[in-house]
């Protein structure tokens, strides 16, 4: 019994002078270290980039309003608004009664003067034979004949481009696709009289090629020398909200409309023909500004109800400068105060770092 007194005894003295002489390890201290260890960036002095928003509309690559090219009536008609066409394609056939006479009359004009000169040369070649015998015929009668011959071929080819061009104008009367596209439009049905209509007369067909669109801008006469055009632009259907498209400026009209702003257009590519001409959008068009202007990134600006300040680092400590914002990008804002181009600053900064403190940089 007081053998198993003293082994236990032994033992707890063992135990209690292992606990007195090691002390446990803080596994955490190198996690508060590296914690307070601040990321710090670079004022950067630069041209402002920045965007504004501008409302745009779709408008269709290529369109058309069809109208007759002669006074006719209207015989048939192939298509219906929504019809898809190709290039060339029949669309509608007209007819013009007078046209068949007119035809016919040009024709047969053209026959007699194919005739009549057809008799001229044969009559000149005849006495070009006969001159050779020497006085059978005078000089002038050959010389009359030669005239004669060339003044009815003249009046051929003349007759020939009348008969041509009246067949061209008969042609006239089949109304084909100038382009591949869709039918928007049909104001007419057979029997209906149409002829050469006006900018502002009703068209009998319109045709429209909605597989690319135009994103046409209006840009306020303040930026049009500040376009981005290096830059992409970003723009928003209001009728399909969430979906974010991005592409290049096409073309502009280098000239300020009636309004004062200039016409941009971008190409939008519509396979799916989602996009329907006159849809509104917000586009946003980059916007840069000739003069320089000292950037910091967003997340380095401090604000409170008091001021607004940005942390620089300044012999490893703490300096507050204050400062004012300008135009504020997507990544960068335009600052004011006492800082310069190089100047290190915190980012993630907070009110809990104190002005003069010793900053640890994690870089």
Same mark, same amino acid.
């Given at each position: 019994?007081?053998?198993?007194?003293?082994?236990?005894?032994?033992?707890?003295?063992?135990?209690?002078?292992?606990?007195?002489?090691?002390?446990?390890?803080?596994?955490?201290?190198?996690?508060?270290?590296?914690?307070?260890?601040?990321?710090?960036g670079?004022?950067?002095e630069?041209?402002?980039?920045?965007?504004?928003?501008? #409302?745009?509309?779709?408008? #269709?690559?290529?369109?058309?309003?069809?109208?007759?090219?002669?006074?006719?009536?209207?015989?048939?008609?192939?298509?219906?608004?929504?019809?898809?066409?190709?290039?060339?394609?029949?669309?509608?056939?007209?007819?013009?009664p007078?046209?068949?006479?007119?035809?016919?009359?040009?024709?047969?004009?053209l026959?007699?003067?194919?005739?009549?000169?057809?008799?001229?040369?044969?009559?000149?070649?005849?006495?070009?034979?006969?001159?050779?015998?020497?006085?059978?015929?005078? #000089?002038?009668?050959?010389?009359?004949?030669?005239?004669k011959?060339?003044?009815?071929?003249?009046?051929?080819?003349?007759?020939?481009?009348?008969?041509?061009s009246v067949?061209?104008?008969?042609?006239?009367?089949?109304?084909?696709?100038?382009?591949?596209?869709m039918?928007?439009?049909?104001?007419?049905?057979?029997?209906?009289?149409?002829?050469?209509?006006?900018?502002?007369?009703? #068209?009998?067909?319109?045709?429209?090629?909605?597989?690319?669109l135009?994103?046409?801008?209006?840009?306020?006469?303040n930026?049009?020398?500040?376009?981005?055009?290096?830059?992409?632009v970003?723009?928003?259907?209001?009728?399909l909200?969430?979906?974010?498209?991005?592409?290049?400026?096409?073309?502009?009209?280098?000239?300020?409309?009636?309004?004062?702003?200039?016409?941009i257009?971008?190409?939008?590519?519509?396979?799916?023909?989602?996009?329907?001409?006159?849809?509104?959008?917000?586009?946003?068009?980059?916007?840069?500004?000739g003069?320089?202007?000292?950037?910091?990134?967003?997340?380095?600006?401090?604000?409170?109800?008091?001021?607004?300040?940005?942390?620089?680092?300044?012999?490893?400590?703490?300096?507050?400068?204050?400062?004012?914002?300008?135009?504020?990008?997507?990544?960068?804002?335009?600052?004011?105060?006492?800082?310069?181009?190089?100047?290190?600053?915190?980012?993630?900064?907070?009110?809990?770092?104190?002005?003069?403190?010793?900053?640890?940089?994690?870089?």
């Amino acid at each position: 019994m007081k053998l198993k007194i003293i082994i236990a005894a032994a033992i707890a003295a063992s135990l209690y002078s292992c606990s007195g002489s090691e002390k446990p390890v803080d596994m955490t201290a190198e996690k508060k270290a590296s914690k307070n260890k601040l990321e710090t960036g670079i004022v950067s002095e630069k041209a402002l980039s920045s965007y504004v928003r501008l #409302p745009g509309q779709l408008k #269709p690559f290529n369109e058309v309003n069809i109208f007759a090219k002669i006074n006719s009536f209207v015989k048939q008609i192939y298509v219906d608004r929504g019809s898809v066409v190709h290039k060339g394609q029949l669309l509608a056939v007209l007819e013009a009664p007078e046209m068949a006479s007119q035809v016919q009359s040009a024709n047969a004009r053209l026959l007699q003067a194919q005739e009549s000169a057809t008799a001229s040369r044969e009559k000149y070649r005849r006495l070009k034979e006969a001159a050779k015998e020497e006085g059978a015929v005078s #000089p002038l009668d050959l010389d009359n004949a030669l005239s004669k011959m060339k003044a009815d071929e003249a009046i051929v080819l003349s007759e020939r481009s009348t008969a041509t061009s009246v067949k061209d104008i008969q042609s006239y009367l089949n109304i084909r696709a100038p382009f591949d596209g869709m039918i928007v439009q049909r104001n007419v049905s057979a029997g209906a009289l149409v002829g050469p209509g006006k900018s502002t007369d009703q #068209p009998m067909l319109v045709l429209q090629d909605t597989r690319r669109l135009r994103l046409e801008v209006m840009i306020p006469e303040n930026y049009v020398d500040k376009v981005d055009l290096k830059q992409q632009v970003s723009f928003v259907f209001n009728a399909l909200p969430g979906k974010d498209n991005k592409a290049y400026i096409s073309r502009s009209a280098n000239a300020l409309g009636t309004q004062r702003s200039e016409a941009i257009e971008v190409d939008v590519i519509n396979k799916d023909q989602r996009l329907k001409p006159g849809m509104y959008g917000e586009v946003k068009i980059p916007i840069v500004f000739g003069a320089k202007s000292l950037l910091v990134p967003n997340n380095a600006i401090v604000r409170s109800t008091e001021r607004e300040y940005v942390i620089k680092v300044k012999d490893g400590k703490a300096v507050f400068a204050d400062v004012k914002e300008g135009i504020a990008g997507d990544e960068f804002t335009e600052v004011f105060g006492n800082l310069n181009s190089g100047d290190r600053i915190v980012l993630h900064a907070g009110d809990d770092t104190k002005e003069g403190q010793l900053i640890p940089l994690n870089r």
